[in-house]
Every structure is written in structure tokens, then in C-alpha cells.
């Protein structure tokens, strides 16, 4: 029994749990595309331009685990570049492939379309090669094991693989997987394990005060249940804003999103001042750092990391974290400490319900007050997301954001792809109007796939960030003026619910019909003042302007 | 007296005729930019996405002779990249220059956004690597050299450069250009140069019949005058697609354009056999050849390249285009040969003004016949190209196509940059439905900059193109249904004249309604049948299809 190498592929994407895979078709690639339309259990999303199939093969990976996308050579592989590039700084898994000029073009060296001209065909994967764990090119007899290769790569590294296929590789034919794709469980190296656990015990013995602090991480490396038992144990905890959702902001002991000094207090002294800080899948970006402002010493208290451990900057090589986070909470929990008190957060002001022209401050109250369990937020990066993440969330709410690739652009299309992931969940899309310009036609796909999204798009006149950090009046931070309520309706989604809100009054009622509308997509645009900007943003900014210069 | 480093750049790319920077601005940037809005004679385009500045980039570069662009670093470089590789396929000059985080932060290897969060600054710049002649980074003192470098490799290689700039170093202080830039003209071999012209006395001599293929290099290496003598001698004269407009199709030996054996007859058999071809900067793309079916032997005649010249097959390396092609032109006036018969091209049918349905075959001669000499048409890599090549201009319109790099999206933002280029030359964009999505926002920005090209849109559904060449209603084809009426208002331009053609009579009114209105955006949608593709485009995908397979 034999299949072909398409197959082969498309059978171990399944085996990952894709169901959709995106892209936008050339030429070269339509074969493999029949062959990914007749694939039962794989849709194919086609985008509006490349770009968007990148990110919104990222935000479904950040919901199902792992995410495809198929690309042209050249052209179509380039254009997805900056989308692929951000899967490997925040570490999502995905695989990006892109097909090419047949064997026989490459061996007679043709001067054809998408390429330079030159009969190097090897050219574009290049720029692959910088932002992707495993990379490779399909040919026969090989290409199954070269499949396997990048998968399992891509799995381990939690980071994005690229393959090259030319047109008739994908038809050949090759004997079908013989058993489950190997997974690379991290190294554990059961001396350091043993010295690992001796140092915490002696630590968290003589810790007068425990708190934990977490990051994402813990999502990319699977172990938010193992992170749920640790705080179980009776610890004050937080969460760096890139990990937001990896805890239950409605757990008594949540002491808030820690953003170095600029946190709130509560959020603050509980993490800087606790006598043993456990840092669970850690790694501060200047944006979700205050700046690195972050009051502890670095090299001190535990420090879980998905490969190593650490405990007062001591090294504990091949540690991984879901070795050593659970180790970590036997200890705490056999050690009788004081029971802390808990954090006291402050809550947002009661609703304004009155008609004064609506601010930032206002409107991200209202947005977190609105969100459900059920909810996905996802936030742009930018006032967006400077906005949201500072806010409490309920219990089971999820949150994708981009802090450290900080990609404008990406938050429409993730959205797209997480909608598609998890259809029973409701993403929250929130997104300035200065970033929406550089995606808004896979508003149309969403149209398209009669997704129901809710669309919160902060009209205020350009790129809110940058007045904030640099030239607040300077024409480069403006933006060409479009007629946003227009737009759902000009881009396919003529059924959408649009609304246009400015006083806090009309935020208020737009929520509360977005929310009652879950049939249709929802569109509302929020204006508000061009120099208003979230508090968090407002102070990270002065910090970002004197870095830059 | 000093300047820095920015304006050092800046004040090189004056000298090179670019008064248009395109970019996004990043937090990285601003202070650039700053510099770029100081700058007389410079002004800043700020575009809605970053592969619209590159591909704006090209078609100013085409226009102007060279082309910039200033992007962010990793986000906004990587965003731009496949329109940098478009340029670099087709030879076409510009500066990619992206702005990163300082030299202080490189320092420290912190992990700042819009890294991958590994401390490696040079991780985003290896993708431009494959696709520029020339790349750097600026530090002091060694800027403004290194500027110097990379336009001087730009300029002589037709390509695009690339230069990263931490944000601290382009405050720096550097003396000014103490002198023009260098340009580094071809090497000349004299010895090679003699026994070249002694090869084309010979065989010009022997030829009993002499025609002229003329292709894209004539005009990249700037030698449209030397070609224009040379037909003047009395030869019969043809052109390929990609380098329509070199030659003046209104010329009596005007022979029309050459698709190998998809051409029309008069072209192919001027072309094909002739005794002796010289062709001039001519380099044959599949999308150019109809699959490479040139009747003509690949070795045989004269052939004029940029760096070298061919008789026969024997190659005769330094004896580069600007020097080869008068010493051609001078030889094949001496020689007093038969009076050619002029070519006669078959003239398109008069216009069916009845109100039948429009089909491609009238769309495309409609729009050829409204041209003038003041028009730059600029055809989408799809219908469009192949509709609108094979058509006769009228002498001194502009073209500006990419048949090699074939990036759908390209021809929308590089007529915004055409049309900055030169605001006396009408740009008339032709473009189709699935094209246009790739890159819509610019219209945005064509609208912002109160520019008035026209713009014909296709309206039939999907990627016709690739229905030509394999599955002509599979579903990856089909694209997200937009309301093409509603979206030049909704993206700022409310002020376009905006039309929707059905007929041949609703197009011919259109066209004439667009040439008068001549002080406003003119939208034209015009609506043609799923399945109806230009002959030109029917002819080359039954091959392309052989040949993916």
C-alpha cells in the first residue's frame, strides 16, 4: 500500500490535530491543493493574501497546538516571511509550505516565473532560514523521513518548520506512516533532578514569604495544569501579560499582572518583595517588563525553564519545566508555611453610564467587564493591547497577543485563525485602526467563512503607540481616513452588526448587543481622542523614548 | 562642517532623483523620520502596509531611475521582503533601509520587541541577503562609506541594496558627501570590442533579411535612445512583453509583441526568420515566451546582453550593452541592404458599441485604443498582462508590468508609486479581482495623496489565471465576494468617480467618462464571465499546465 507524499503530509498534519490549513494558491501549488481539498477532516481557508495566512495560522496554532499554512515559491513564501518570523520569536508551533517549480525546471535551470531569473532555485527558502527550527526540500524516496524530521523539530523547539516542495513531489508516491510521529520528550538528567530538589526544599524551608510568577511559557510548553496545582499549594501569584490567561484571575491568591515597576502596587511588593519568587516559564520582553524594570534580583529564587531549572542562579541542566514544576509543588506543599494573605486588587470604578465622550481608561473597563468564560481575547499590539492586559479577566477566558514580535497587523487574521479553531469559543478582536490597514481584507475571509467574531476597532486617528513614544503631532504617526463602518459591508460582510460608538453610554450598549448577537459578526468602531492612550502605555512609552535615543 | 548620518543618506538619494520615501513607520524609526519630514525635496509616504511601500518603491524606481524605503526592523523588514525580491528579479534599483534598536541595546543582547528575544540583531537582515546586490549595517565612523557602497553596487547592478541602522547611529555626526556618488560604468574590453564589430560586419554583411528583438534590459540599462537608432536604420523590429514600451509600437516597421509561437504571425515570422536577429537586451521568461516556444535558434545571431555580446554563440565578455549597441547601429547603416517590407500588424476589429455583454477580447483592445502617449499603463501579473501585452500602444505610453517576479498585489501600490513619480503621466491601473485583494489598502493611499490614476478592475471571481491552468472551479480559485462599488469610499476616496461595466457600450462610456474626468481617483469595475480569459493567456496555460505536471 503506498500514498503520496501530499498525503503522507496532510496525514501527519491531521495526526497534529489540523483540521484547517491556509494560504493563498499559485500555480505550482494547485495539485497539492486538490489533493488538501480532498482530504477529508482538512478545510482549506484560502486568505486574501499571504500575510494573513501566516498569522492566522499562528493564532489557530496558539489554540489547537500546531498550524499549517501552503505557499507559491517565491512570492507567495516571501510575502509570509514577517507572519512565520513572529511563530518563532513567541515559539508557536506551526509548518509553512510552500510549493515550486517542478524537478525537471530545476534541473534545466528555466528562467520561469518566481524566480530571479538565474536558475538558483534555492534562493527564497534562505530567508526561511533565520526564523524557522527545521527547515528542508521534498524529494523521493526521502520525503516522508524529511517530513517527520521538521515536525518533530517544529514540536520540540515549539517553533515553526519550513518545506520546499516542487510541483510533482507531491504526487509521487511513498509508503504511508507506519506508526505515530516521534515525539522528543526534553532530557532529564536525574542527578541534577536529585540536586535540584535539594536546593528548592532548602530554599522554600527557609522562605519566609512565597510567591509565584508566571509567563507563557507555561502555555507553550503544556504544563497550565501542573501551574494550576503549584498555586493550588496556597501561594500569592501573578502573571507576566505575554502569559495572561495561563492563570485564573479569579483565583483569591491572583495578586495581578506583573509588569515590573510599573505594576500595580498589590501586584508589585507581592512579587518583588516576596522572600522566594518561583518563576515559572519566565521571559520578560521590554514590552511586558515595564521596560525591565522588574524589581527582584535576577539570579535569585527558583527559576523554572522548559529546559533547565535554576535556584539562586545555580544551573540545573536537562530540568525541564514538566519535570521540575511539579517537583517543585510536592515540596511546597509538604512545607506547613504561614497561609498568605491575599492580594487585594483593586476593582475598576463602577460603570460610567453617563454620555461623556469616551476614554481609553473607560473602554478598556468596559471591554474586560463584558468578557465571559467563554471569551478569546485577542489584542493588537499596541493601545490595544497596553489596555487589556492590565485588566482582570473571568476565570477561563483566553488572551492571544504578540508583545514581543509585536507585529502590527496580526491581530485581525489571528483572530481568524483562532475563530476557526475553536468555533464554540467567541474571539474578542481588539484592534487600533493605524494596525487594522495592514490586514482589514481578511476582514473579508472572516466574512467569508461566516465566522461571528466580536470586532472592537479604536478609531482615534493613527498610530497611538508611537505619538505616545515619539512625535505626537509628526505626520508619519498619521493615517489615511477611512469610512470604517463602511467597510464589514464593502468586504463581503454585508451582515454584519455595525456600530459606531463615542460617549461611554454607547460603548455600554454596543457591548451589551454584541454580546446578545452571537449569529453575526459584530463591528464597532470606538472613537476616541487622538492623545488619549491607556495609563500603562502612557508610562511605557517615556521609558521606550529614552531607550531609542 | 558635519552633517549625520541620516542626512547623509538622504541628500545621496536627492542626488539620485528620489524626492518619495515609502515606509511604516516603527518606534525604531521615528527619529528618521523626523529627518525625512526635514528634508527639502523629500517627502514621506506613509504607506497602510510594508509590502506596499516596497512594491510603491518599484514602481517609483521604474519611473525615476531609483527608489527608497524605510521600514522597521524585523516586522517591517521581513513584511517587505517580497517586494524587495521583485526587484531584485527584474533589476530594479532602490534602498531597503530598516531601523532597529540601538547600539546599546544590540550591546546588551536584551530582548526587546521585535526580536526573536535571543539577543541576535542579525537574525532579520539574512533575509535580504539572497535578494539584494548589496547589504550593511551603519556604524560609525564607517556610514557613510558604506552608504556609498551600496547605492554605487545598486546603481551599476540594477538591483535593490539593503542597509540596517541601529536607531542611535543616524543622529551621528559624519562629514558631508564631499563629492557626486560614484557611479561604476560596465568594463570595456577594447581587444573583445574590435573583434566584436569585425564578427557584426561579417555577418551583417552575409544577412539577407536583419530584424530586431529589443526586451526589458534596454530599458534598465538606460539605452532607449541607442535602440531607437538602431531601428531607425530601416529594420523590422519587435519587442517582448516585459519590455513593452521601449520601442514606439506606432513605427512603420513596428512588428509587434513577440510570444514565441504564441505570437501573431507577422511577429513570429519577423522574429523567427529572419536571417539575422540582433537582440537587445533581451532575457525570455517562460511568462514572456509562451513557455520558451521562441521559433529562433538560441545560439545564432547577434545578442546584445548588459556585460557581454554574442555572434553566433561566440561570446565576447566586456563588451556591455551602451557600448555594443551603437557600434551595431553604426555597421548596420553602412551597409546598404534590401528595403525591408514593412510589417503589417492586424488591426483590432472597430469598437462593438452594442450593448452585449463585455467579454476580455473587447475589454482589453477598448482599453488599449483609449490609451495616449501621456498614459503609464501598469498591468497586474495575471488577465490583465496578458490581456493588455500583446495590444498596440500608442507611441510614448509608459508600461510597467512584472512578468518574471509575477507577485499578485504588486500592480495596485506600484501605480501609486508610478504616479508620484511623475504626476503628468496618468497612471492607468488594470488589475483583476483576486489581485487586488492582496494589496487594497493603498488605495487608501492613492486617495490620501489626492492622486488620479484609473484604475480598471476585473471582476470575475477569483484567480482566473490560475482557473486557466488547473481547477477551473475547484474552490481554492474562488476569493471572498467584495463590494468593489462601496470600497474606494470606504477606504478614504469618496471623492472617486466610481463605475460598473457590464457591456460593451457601458465600457466604452466608462472609458470616456474616465479620460475626462481627469481630476479625480476613476474606479472602474468592469464585470466579465468566470471562465472568459484572454487568447494570449488561454495559448500559455495549456502549457504551464503540462509543465507543473
Redesign the interface.
Known amino acids: 500500500m503506498t500514498t503520496t507524499v501530499t498525503r503522507y503530509l496532510l496525514s501527519r498534519l491531521r495526526e497534529l490535530g489540523v483540521g484547517h490549513v491556509f494560504g493563498?494558491?499559485?500555480?505550482?501549488s494547485?495539485?497539492v491543493?486538490?489533493e488538501?481539498?480532498d482530504t477529508p477532516g482538512i478545510e482549506?481557508v484560502?486568505t486574501?493574501?499571504e500575510?494573513g495566512a501566516a498569522y492566522a495560522a499562528d493564532g489557530y496554532a496558539r489554540v489547537k497546538g500546531f498550524g499549517a499554512l501552503v505557499t507559491t515559491f517565491?512570492?507567495g513564501e516571501?510575502?509570509a516571511?514577517?507572519g512565520v518570523?513572529?511563530s518563532?520569536?513567541e515559539r508557536v508551533p506551526l509548518l509553512h509550505i510552500t510549493v515550486g517549480?517542478?524537478q525537471?525546471?530545476e534541473d534545466t535551470g528555466?528562467?520561469?516565473?518566481?524566480?530571479?531569473?538565474d536558475g538558483d532555485f534555492t534562493?527564497?527558502a534562505?530567508?526561511?532560514?533565520?526564523?524557522t527550527c527545521a527547515h528542508g526540500v521534498l524529494r523521493a524516496p526521502d520525503a516522508p523521513a524529511e517530513i517527520d524530521r521538521v515536525l518533530t523539530a517544529a514540536l520540540a523547539h515549539r517553533r515553526p518548520a519550513y518545506l520546499r516542495m516542487p510541483?510533482?513531489v507531491g504526487?509521487l508516491h511513498v509508503p504511508p506512516p507506519r506508526r505515530p510521529l516521534v515525539r522528543v520528550d526534553p532530557i532529564v538528567d536525574p542527578g541534577n533532578l536529585v540536586r535540584f530538589t535539594d536546593a528548592v526544599r532548602r530554599r522554600v524551608a527557609s522562605a519566609e514569604s512565597t510567591a509565584v510568577l508566571a509567563d507563557y511559557l507555561v502555555d507553550r510548553f503544556g504544563v497550565r495544569a501542573e501551574l494550576a496545582d503549584l498555586v493550588a499549594a496556597g501561594l500569592p501569584h501573578a502573571v507576566v501579560a505575554m502569559g495572561k490567561s495561563v492563570l485564573d484571575e479569579r483565583d483569591p491568591l491572583f495578586a495581578g499582572v506583573y509588569a515590573g515597576a510599573l505594576s500595580d502596587d498589590v501586584t508589585r511588593t507581592t512579587v518583588d518583595d516576596a522572600d522566594l519568587l518561583i518563576r515559572v516559564g519566565v521571559?520578560?520582553?521590554?514590552?511586558t517588563s515595564g521596560g525591565?524594570s522588574q524589581g527582584y534580583p535576577d539570579g535569585a529564587g527558583i527559576e523554572l525553564q522548559p529546559w533547565e531549572a535554576r535556584v539562586d542562579g545555580e544551573i540545573f541542566a536537562d530540568v525541564p519545566l514538566a519535570v521540575s514544576l511539579p517537583a517543585v509543588t510536592e515540596l511546597v506543599r509538604a512545607h506547613h508555611g504561614v497561609t498568605p494573605t491575599p492580594p487585594r486588587l483593586t476593582d475598576p470604578p463602577p460603570p460610567d453610564t453617563t454620555c461623556s465622550a469616551l476614554t481609553q481608561e473607560f473602554l478598556w473597563d468596559a471591554v474586560s467587564r463584558s468578557l465571559t468564560g467563554e471569551h478569546l481575547v485577542i489584542a493588537e499590539?499596541g493601545t490595544s493591547y497596553f489596555g487589556i492586559a492590565s485588566r482582570r479577566f473571568p476565570s477561563g477566558c483566553g488572551f492571544i497577543a504578540q508583545?514581543?514580535?509585536?507585529?502590527?497587523?496580526y491581530g485581525l487574521p489571528a483572530a481568524l485563525g483562532a475563530q476557526l479553531a475553536d468555533p464554540a469559543r467567541r474571539c474578542v478582536l481588539l484592534v487600533g485602526d493605524g494596525s487594522a490597514?495592514?490586514?482589514?481584507?481578511e476582514l473579508?475571509?472572516i466574512?467569508?467563512h461566516d465566522l461571528h467574531p466580536v470586532v472592537v476597532l479604536v478609531n482615534n486617528g493613527g498610530?497611538t503607540?508611537?505619538r505616545a513614544?515619539?512625535?505626537p503631532r509628526?505626520?508619519?504617526?498619521?493615517?489615511?481616513?477611512?469610512?470604517w463602518r463602511?467597510?464589514p459591508?464593502?468586504?463581503?460582510a454585508?451582515n454584519a452588526l455595525v456600530m459606531t460608538v463615542r460617549t461611554n453610554h454607547e460603548l455600554l450598549a454596543a457591548l451589551d448587543a454584541a454580546h446578545a448577537c452571537t449569529d453575526r459578526l459584530v463591528f464597532i468602531e470606538a472613537i476616541t481622542d487622538l492623545d488619549d492612550v491607556p495609563e500603562l502605555l502612557r508610562r511605557l512609552a517615556e521609558g521606550?523614548s529614552i531607550?531609542?535615543?
Chains 1, 2 share one sequence.
Open positions: 493563498v494558491p499559485g500555480d505550482y494547485l495539485a491543493l486538490d488538501v481539498l482549506w484560502g486574501a493574501a500575510l517565491g512570492v516571501l510575502s516571511v514577517n518570523a513572529g518563532y520569536a517549480p517542478s525537471a525546471m528555466a528562467s520561469v516565473h518566481h524566480t530571479a531569473g534562493r527564497f534562505r530567508a526561511h532560514e533565520s526564523v510541483s510533482d504526487a521571559h520578560l520582553v521590554d514590552t525591565f499590539q508583545p514581543l514580535w509585536g507585529s502590527i497587523g490597514q495592514l490586514t482589514i481584507q473579508g475571509t466574512a467569508r498610530y503607540v508611537e513614544i515619539h512625535g509628526a505626520a508619519y504617526n498619521d493615517i489615511a481616513a477611512w469610512d463602511a467597510l459591508a464593502a468586504l463581503g454585508e521606550v531607550r531609542n535615543s
